[in-house]
């Protein structure tokens, strides 16, 4: 164990020069893109924090980085540990914690924990974690942060460690997701301009629609990387691809199919075949609230089949759900169908990017998704929790007609993806302008702001550019 510690820690003989060498890191520096996330910002000393994502995102690459700002601010090298526990039992964390052979620290120096995808740990990991900060004086005081890609057993794991275990730490839960558009866009083109993030609350605003307006000089830009980003999405290496102008990364396709495959789907007993079409069908039913009962009399499957993958999916935060609205409450309506979106277009993509005689998905589809993640990931930044599925919901108005995003954080705004380039817009805006609330059309390139009451028209990368991370 000794020699594995030493092996993923390389500051401890070398706290200047190991980052050029890391195996994670060099692929990094290579792209030339300088993005780094900034996830693992401001941890607090002595807290148990938790970030969590899909495989493939880059968790391990944040987790160096902030080996990296900790080094620089000057933490000694041997106070931090990292484990890259991936196939780990769940008694080794309390051996490597207790008894691997680890250089000294000074006298009252704590040590800064980094337990690298902890969910693959096989055995009750979560219950040795709360044994060892209940019981190890030494790592009770040190900041410990666990990152891993299941939401169920981190979710778990949360419930074992609540209270003084995770300490007073500030957003102790993190997620790390792919990267959203105003970074995605200002990395292939730095000469856009840098604005401040808009709040969801105010996006029917006078001072936002000032903004919405001042990014027109930049119109054919914006719509341009927009469309890039709705090929490539924001998975790194994928970012990287688009920005040296090569083709979406065959190899990093098959990595993310087997992240669904392999991994998300490890326990189904389908067929790669059957459980592509599957995913497929899940796909491209994006845009609607999802029938899983058409899908598996389509397939030839049971519906509970269906829930039980479409719960896999979730659980390895490959999808989200976007419920409908229980009116009046901010609640998900029981027995109602979920929308589900990809966290990326390039999983939505996987199949037709495998095989290119299934299912592309729609630009139009694709917009209203990143448009869903991107309310999502601005909510996050403020506070709430990306587990948290009673925050975004969909809905529909008296005449049936559905209306894609719906907030009490959007503050009274309802937002549509309809992703037209016409003078046209206004009928598409029929829907949310005979419903109760005040409407914002996320159109190709259509920007339009003058209604009071009725609908605005905003570019889609406008309004990601302006709330997305």
């Not at 980085?65 to 008694?91: E, K």
């Not at 040795?128 to 190890?136: G, H, S």
């Not at 998905?361 to 599925?389: C, F, K, N, Y």
Request: charged share 25%; net charge neutral.
């Amino acid at each position: 164990m000794a020699t594995e510690l030493a092996r993923t820690n390389p500051w401890w003989r070398d706290s200047v020069g190991w980052a050029a060498l890391d195996i994670d890191l060099r692929p990094v520096a290579a792209t030339g893109l300088g993005y780094r996330s900034e996830c693992l910002d401001n941890l607090t000393p002595g807290a148990l924090h938790i970030l969590r994502g899909p495989r493939r995102v880059g968790k391990t690459v944040a987790v160096k980085q902030a080996v990296q700002s900790l080094l620089a601010a000057g933490t000694p090298p041997h106070a931090i540990v990292r484990v890259a526990a991936d196939g780990w039992s769940a008694n080794d964390l309390r051996t490597v914690v207790q008894n691997a052979s680890l250089p000294p620290v000074a006298p009252g120096q704590t040590r800064w924990w980094f337990l690298d995808e902890i969910t693959a740990v096989t055995g009750d990991w979560a219950t040795q974690v709360k044994w060892l900060r209940d019981n190890d004086p030494d790592f009770a005081a040190a900041t410990v942060v666990l990152t891993g890609s299941s939401a169920g057993k981190l979710t778990s794991a949360a419930g074992v460690l609540a209270g003084r275990r995770r300490g007073r730490g500030v957003d102790a839960d993190r997620t790390l997701l792919p990267m959203g558009f105003a970074s995605f866009a200002r990395l292939l083109e730095p000469r856009l301009p840098d604005v401040e993030r808009v709040e969801l609350a105010h996006l029917r605003s006078g001072a936002t629609a000032a903004k919405y307006h001042a990014l027109l000089p930049w119109i054919a830009d914006l719509v341009r990387l927009w469309e890039v980003y709705l090929r490539y999405g924001g998975f790194p290496a994928s970012v990287a691809a688009a920005a040296a102008g090569r083709p979406e990364p065959q190899e990093f396709i098959e990595d993310l199919f087997d992240v669904i495959f392999r991994d998300a789907f490890a326990a189904s007993q389908l067929s790669t075949s059957v459980t592509s079409a599957l995913f497929e069908r899940v796909m491209e039913s994006m845009a609607s609230p999802l029938n899983m009962n058409n899908i598996a009399r389509d397939l030839t499957l049971s519906s509970e089949t269906v829930r039980r993958h479409v719960s896999y999916l979730r659980d390895a935060y490959l999808v989200w759900p976007c419920p409908h609205w229980d009116e009046p409450r901010w609640t998900a309506k029981e027995r109602a169908q979920d929308k589900l979106y990809a966290v990326d277009p390039l999983i939505a993509r996987v199949p037709h990017l495998r095989n290119a005689s299934r299912h592309d998905i729609d630009p139009s589809v694709l917009t209203e998704m990143q448009l869903g993640m991107a309310i999502q990931r601005a909510a996050h930044l403020s506070g709430a929790r990306w587990s948290d599925d009673e925050f975004l919901f969909h809905t529909r108005t008296a005449t049936r007609k559905e209306i894609d995003f719906i907030s009490e954080k959007l503050a009274g705004v309802a937002i549509e993806g309809k992703y037209t380039d016409t003078g046209r817009w206004t009928g598409e805006a029929a829907t949310v302008d005979a419903s109760r609330w005040d409407g914002i059309l996320a159109t190709r390139g259509v920007l339009d702001t003058k209604s009071r009451t009725g609908a605005w028209a905003v570019p889609a990368s406008f309004l990601a550019y302006l709330i997305d991370g």
